[in-house]
C-alpha cells in the first residue's frame, strides 16, 4: 500500500525537539526522511541517556521511521555533497539559529538557485524584531507566548505545562506549512519558504487568553475563579477557560493522580446533585440555574468533592459517563504507558532497537484510513551513509573510506 507522501524526499537538518518532531510526522506519513548530522551526530543522541552507549530515548522517541547519513558541512567536500542533497531534495528543513545555514554557504537564494522546487523550511525562537537572535528553549517559548501567565494558580507562580508546546507544538506548525507549499508546489512547481517561530506557535496554542484579554475591557470574566481583575488575564488554575465550569476534583485513595476532571454544564447539574445526594439542590432557586451557581462554583466543586472522595477515579468516571456528564480521570505516565486502548489504537507502540532492544514510544497520532503509518525505530549515526553516497549519489567505494578517514561523513 502506497503512503500519503510516497516518493517525498526530506533532507532533515534539525536537531534536538522541534525539528525532529516535524521531520518525524512527515515520515510517519511515508515520506523518505533523510537525518543529516554532523559526524559528532545530534546531540540528544546521548542527553538523558539511561542505557549506557545506546541512543538515548529523547533521541528515539523523536527519530524513528529517518534514515541517518553525516557529513562535516564546513570541508569543502562536505559542502560538494550537501549540495547535491539539495538538489535531489523535495523539502529542506532545519532549526538552527538565525544566519547558521547562511554562513554556510547557502543562504535562500543559493538553495532555490541549486533548486527552484525546493520547500526550506526554517523554525526558529523568534519572528523578525528584537528578540530574533534570543535563544529560545521549551519552557522559553512557553514564557514568551502567553502559557505561562496563565497558567497555574493566582496565588503561585507562572507555571509550565508539562506538554511540549513550545518544541512539538512548534513541529505541528512546521509540518502544516510544509504540506500547504508540496500542495501549493503541485500548482505552480515552485518551492518557497515556511517560517515558523516558538513564540508564535505557542501564542497561537494561547489564543483563547487574547480573546479573555480583549473581553477584559467590557468588565470582569465572570467563568475565571476570580473575584477581581487587573489589566490582564489571570492564571485560572483548573478553571475549564471556556464558558463550562471544570475543575479536578480528589478521588479515594488519595495519591498524586487520584483526581477526575469534571465539567458541569447546564443539563449536567440535576444528574450531579441526584449522584451526590443533594437532589433537593436541583429546583433550588440558590442552585437551579448556571447563573446562580456562577457566583459560588468554589462551593459546588467542594460538594462534588465530597462524593467524588468516597470512590476510585475510574468508579466515578464509570458513574457520571453513565449520567452524560463530561469528565476525564488524571492519568499517570504509567497509567498511559501500560493503557491496553492506546496500544490498540497504535499511539504506545513497541520498537526493537539494535543497541537498546525493544522501547515503547509513542505512535503517529494522524490517522489515514488510505495509508496508516507504521512506526519504526531510529536509526544508527550515519547507519546509512553508505547506501545514500554510494547509491544515490554515486560515491565510490574507495572515497567513502577515504571521506570517512578525513572526518568528512
Not at 174 to 199: K, N
Request: aromatic share 6%.
Amino acid at each position: 500500500m502506497s503512503t500519503a507522501l510516497q516518493g517525498v524526499r526530506v533532507l532533515d537538518m534539525t536537531h534536538v525537539q522541534s525539528g525532529p518532531s516535524a521531520t518525524q510526522i512527515l515520515a510517519w506519513l511515508g515520506a523518505e526522511v533523510l537525518k543529516l548530522e554532523a559526524p559528532a551526530g545530534d546531540i540528544t543522541r546521548t542527553q538523558l541517556r539511561d542505557v549506557p552507549d545506546a541512543d538515548s530515548l529523547y533521541f528515539t522517541m523523536l527519530n524513528g521511521n529517518k534514515q541517518s547519513i553525516t557529513l562535516n558541512m564546513k570541508s569543502t567536500r562536505g559542502k560538494e555533497l550537501f549540495t547535491e542533497l539539495v538538489r535531489d531534495a523535495d523539502v529542506l528543513v532545519e532549526n538552527f539559529g538565525p544566519g547558521t545555514v547562511d554562513r554556510m554557504g547557502f543562504d535562500w537564494d543559493r538553495l532555490r538557485s541549486l533548486n527552484p522546487a525546493l520547500i526550506y523550511a526554517s523554525i526558529k525562537g523568534f519572528g523578525d524584531g528584537p528578540y530574533t537572535h534570543y535563544k529560545a528553549y521549551e519552557v522559553v517559548a512557553q514564557a514568551m507566548g502567553g502559557s505561562m501567565a496563565t497558567t497555574g494558580f493566582e496565588d503561585g507562580p507562572p507555571t509550565a505545562t508539562g506538554a511540549q508546546i513550545g518544541d512539538s507544538g512548534t513541529g505541528i506548525h512546521t509540518v502544516a506549512g510544509i504540506l500547504a507549499a508540496l500542495l501549493q508546489r503541485e500548482r505552480t512547481g515552485r518551492g518557497q519558504r515556511v517560517s515558523v517561530a516558538m513564540q508564535h506557535a505557542v501564542l497561537n496554542l494561547c489564543r483563547v487568553k487574547l480573546r479573555d484579554q480583549q473581553r477584559l475591557a467590557h468588565g470582569a470574566l465572570r467563568e475565571y475563579p476570580n473575584d477581581e481583575f487587573g489589566a490582564e488575564v489571570p492564571r485560572s488554575g483548573n478553571a475549564s477557560g471556556g464558558g463550562q465550569p471544570g475543575s479536578a476534583l480528589r478521588c479515594s485513595p488519595g495519591g498524586a493522580n487520584d483526581y477526575v476532571y469534571v465539567i458541569v454544564q447546564p443539563v449536567g447539574w440535576a444528574p450531579i446533585a441526584r449522584l451526590i445526594g443533594r437532589p433537593e439542590l436541583i429546583d433550588d432557586p440558590d442552585w437551579a440555574t448556571p447563573e446562580a451557581r456562577l457566583s459560588k462554583l468554589d462551593k459546588m466543586f467542594r460538594l462534588i468533592e465530597e462524593w467524588t472522595l468516597r470512590h476510585g477515579k475510574w468508579d466515578v468516571l464509570a458513574r457520571l459517563t453513565e449520567q452524560g456528564v463530561p469528565c476525564g480521570p488524571i492519568l499517570s505516565t504509567r497509567e498511559l504507558i501500560e493503557d491496553a486502548s492506546l496500544a490498540d489504537n497504535g499511539m504506545i507502540v513497541t520498537v526493537e532497537h539494535p543497541q537498546r532492544g525493544p522501547y515503547r514510544t509513542v505512535g503517529c497520532p494522524i490517522k489515514l484510513s488510505d495509508s496508516p503509518a507504521h512506526v519504526t525505530r531510529s536509526p544508527l549515526l550515519g547507519e546509512h551513509n553508505e547506501q545514500i553516497y554510494r547509491d544515490r549519489l554515486g560515491v565510490d567505494a574507495a572515497e567513502l573510506a577515504e571521506l570517512k578517514a578525513n572526518g568528512v561523513i
